[in-house]
């Protein structure tokens, strides 16, 4: 038998085997019920009170209306960028018919395809393998918290530890490495508030399908609601891990068996009502409306957002305009347009970062934006680098707000290193001259292979080059900025790179030799001041270094040094300041103290984190421009 023969088999026993492990417990069933009285059973159905039917029924949409906003979290997970209405009325449409039908995973796909037609078919599995993985993680979650809170003596001692422990190793996970990479496929995980969102509503839902069922318990069943909830849990867990259609068979036999010492005929009497109200009432709802869309379909709305992304290239840039956002053209980001304005956005792990002050309108109203922005990601807001001047603006708005770095800047037009001040630059520039280093502007195609050399050396030297608001060296992002290139005999020992406006440039790649001469930087850097002087450029920024790690309480101490460590404060406010610098405070702000806490340590790792920090922001393709990977300069030029 060939491989191409085994894979129909593998596909039609894995269909099967929830029908057959269905129809085994159903067997397992009627054999301890062999005796059974149909009649008793039919009795105590028809024995449910009006008034227990519309509690159940009520208990039923509360937990539906749960259910449908599993949707809503995928959506924004995978910035799919619909309406919540209509990702809900899907997501309902979807559970209500596949928990009845079972094979969850392909009937769910197909119905949100069909409720969503220009949705591809794609999307709607990826939607769908969201909603019943991260559903099935919740429940185990939710199961072991009951475990653990309510009275179970059926579940063994060390298992609700073990899938916490479980569940915090995964959140821990993603958060460190929110995208992993598998063979050229990235793998983004949800964010921790996304996980919290989701463990919410399972509990929302699992703990109003519970009261649906207590409620429809006759009278003489005394089963307090805390002594149902674990059991029904496990009983819920055990008909959908089974993934026979209903879990039929499976939920009614661990039903029985956690609650050996209640009347069977009663109990299962509670069962039949509950099916009837949970799931085929559902199932009936949601499969008139998936005909109803396949008969009578309706033009496409289309979906116009508050706000969207653009590309760096295809944003306007004003006078607002830092020269330093030039970096989103490498970290994935984009810029959020809206009636209100214009930001420069990147995401990261846990949090949609806006990179300084507003690229166009006021602080004030892009605030709201930025915050829907963020939620449509499942990420918080967090304003990152912003000005004093914004900073009273968000901390009127109510925000938390961190000093956490300074800008150095230099005034290039009134530049000199006469006097004391400069004496350790004119030392540092003299030793790099006399080892006959020299520094030319990079003109025509780069020397991408010498310089993808030096900047090899530099990081296994200093390790992972930061990242989210500085570059890293790669040929299609460093051909758009300025290039200073450090030549010793015809050699090229180091470089440094500007993003550049008409009236600003900004310090981003800093790369030497590890055995370069001494001053070799500073002379690169000191050979750039001047020629923006020479191009009359107003303002030169050697960019932040991080904040002394002072403060006024002990949690802003502790903040700013994990920052001022991180971002190697020490050495970067040295090198700097050998250019006397104004010093100009950049701050971060976000709702709240906690949102602020959290994005200050996703920040800290996506800066020193290699691989991807999150995916990329969705956004209209930029055209498409040529983009050079190699080309030799005439260093003796």
């Known amino acids: 038998m060939t491989l191409n023969d085994v894979k129909p088999v593998r596909a039609v026993a894995r269909h099967a085997f929830p029908i057959l492990m269905g129809a085994a417990c159903c067997w397992l069933l009627l054999d301890r019920l062999e005796s059974f009285d149909i009649a008793a059973l039919w009795q105590a159905v028809l024995d449910v009170s009006p008034a227990q039917w519309v509690l159940a029924l009520l208990a039923t949409i509360a937990s539906f209306a749960a259910v449908s906003r599993y949707d809503v979290i995928a959506h924004r997970h995978f910035q799919l960028q619909r309406p919540q209405t209509e990702a809900m009325r899907a997501g309902a449409t979807a559970i209500g018919v596949g928990q009845t039908t079972g094979a969850g995973a392909i009937v769910g796909a197909f119905i949100r395809w069909r409720i969503q037609p220009d949705m591809s078919l794609k999307n709607a599995a990826r939607v769908t393998a969201f ?98 909830v674990p059991v029904f849990l496990i009983s819920l867990g055990a008909a959908i891990f089974s993934g026979a259609p209903g879990g039929v068979g499976p939920f009614e036999l661990t039903m029985i068996a956690l609650l050996p010492y209640h009347p069977d005929a009663a109990l299962l009497g509670a069962v039949f009502a509950f099916r009837a109200v949970y799931y085929a009432l559902p199932a009936i709802l949601a499969g008139s409306v998936l005909l109803r869309r396949l008969w009578r379909t309706s033009p496409t709305k289309t979906h116009t957002p508050r706000s969207n992304f653009v590309p760096f290239e295809a944003s306007p840039q004003t006078q607002q305009s830092r020269a330093e956002l030039g970096v989103i053209r490498q970290n994935g980001g984009a810029m959020l347009t809206c009636a209100s304005g214009s930001y420069g956005t990147v995401r990261i792990g846990q949090t949609l970062l806006a990179l300084f002050d507003p690229v166009e309108g006021s602080p004030g109203d892009m605030t709201t934006p930025l915050r829907q922005a963020a939620r449509d990601q499942n990420r918080i807001a967090c304003k990152y680098k912003i000005s004093a001047r914004q900073a009273v603006h968000a901390r009127t708005a109510g925000w938390s707000v961190a000093h956490i770095s300074d800008e150095a800047l230099v005034a290039p037009k009134s530049h000199n290193t006469q006097g004391a001040t400069f004496r350790q630059l004119r030392r540092k520039l003299r030793q790099a001259k006399r080892a006959d280093v020299h520094v030319q502007i990079a003109t025509g195609a780069l020397p991408l292979q010498e310089m993808a050399q030096v900047s090899a050396l530099w990081e296994d ?77 107003d303002r030169l920024s050697l960019a932040a270094a991080p904040a002394l790690p002072t403060g006024d309480t002990w949690a802003q101490r502790f903040l700013r040094k994990q920052v001022y460590i991180q971002g190697g404060g020490s050495g970067l406010r040295q090198f700097k300041s050998c250019f006397a610098p104004q010093w100009h405070p950049l701050f971060m702000a976000a709702p709240t103290n906690a949102q602020l806490t959290l994005a200050a340590f996703d920040v800290m790792r996506s800066v020193n984190l290699r691989s991807a920090p999150a995916t990329p922001i969705n956004s209209v393709a930029p055209p498409a421009q040529p983009i050079p990977t190699s080309g030799v300069l005439s260093l003796a030029s």
């Open 461 to 537: 030297r200093h390790g992972v080059p930061r990242g989210v608001t500085m570059g890293r060296f790669e040929g299609g992002y460093i051909h758009r900025q300025k290039v200073f290139l450090a030549i010793q005999n015809n050699a090229v020992l180091g470089f440094v790179s500007f993003h550049t406006t008409a009236t600003e440039w900004c310090l981003d790649i800093m790369r030497v030799l590890p055995d370069a001469p001494d001053g070799t930087m500073h002379l690169l850097v000191q050979t750039a001041i001047e020629a923006a002087a020479a191009e009359s450029v």
């Open 131 to 228: 909603v019943t993985v991260t559903f099935m993680a919740a429940l185990a979650v939710t199961i072991a918290l009951a475990a653990l809170t309510l009275p179970t003596p059926h579940v063994p001692a060390l298992l609700p530890p073990l899938i916490l422990l479980g569940a915090a190793a995964i959140a821990v996970t993603a958060f460190f490495f929110p995208v992993l990479s598998r063979k050229g496929r990235n793998v983004s995980f949800p964010t921790l508030s996304a996980m919290l969102a989701l463990l919410a509503l399972c509990m929302l839902d699992t703990g109003f399908a519970a009261v649906a069922f207590w409620v429809l318990l006759p009278a003489d069943i005394a089963l307090p609601f805390g002594t149902l």
